[in-house]
């Protein structure tokens, strides 16, 4: 680490160097789930506690496989040269997210629930994807979640001498918007599951739009597995999507016909 750069931000312990990342990764799960028990107190859950531990199970599962799956395939040049650490050393959230949707999915396929269970992690994730986003930021280029060299006005030097695009802090700045959002739904009707989906889109739609900031690699059509993770999402949900769409233009048509 040069001494003339912040980033990446490190500790020292027993003579070595750690990044904080891994303490913030740590701290986002912890308080994650934390948060997700204290809302689950105050909420009249359809879904029995067991029932609940299966799905939580099967999310960590197929997150744990979809964050390595996209990760690898965000470098696909490198597909050969696959080794175990590598491949545990990959991971990203849009993976996470996208492989935990399968799992539940799975999961509740095989216990019979066809009640909607997503809308209790909204706030949690949320959370902890704020969290873990502080500690990709520490790492500046050390992660690979920073962005093109831009002349912008955000733009900073994360390490390499070249001003670019802070990702991790504008997405950190899109979470505090969705929490902010979320909030201002916590009384509004909305059918069960609908948060979720919401959730999911927006955030899918925002890692979509964000990756062109990114020095990425194309996998197919010029487009990276996160651009791929979200269309798929987009094609996912395109029920709820036409359907919120609708009734977006349907107040809007009542507020000013």
Known sequence: MSANHLFPFQFRFFGEYYHYHYIFETLAFIIGVRIYYYLKKGTADQISDENRLWIMLGAMLGALIGSRVVAILETPRQLNHITFFTLYQSKTIVGGLLGGLFGVEFIKKIIGVNIASGDLYV???????????????????????????????????????????????YEMLFLIALLLLFNSLKKKEMLNGDRFKLLMVSYFLFRFLIEFLKPYESLFLNLSSIHWSALFIFLYYYRFIIRIVKSAFTEQTKEYG
């Open 123 to 169: 706030t949690p994730i949320l959370v902890a994807l704020f969290i873990g986003r502080i500690g990709c930021f520490s790492m500046g280029i050390d992660e690979p979640t920073y962005g093109v060299p831009t002349n912008f006005l955000a733009g900073m030097d994360l390490g390499d001498g070249i001003q670019r695009h802070p990702i991790m802090l």
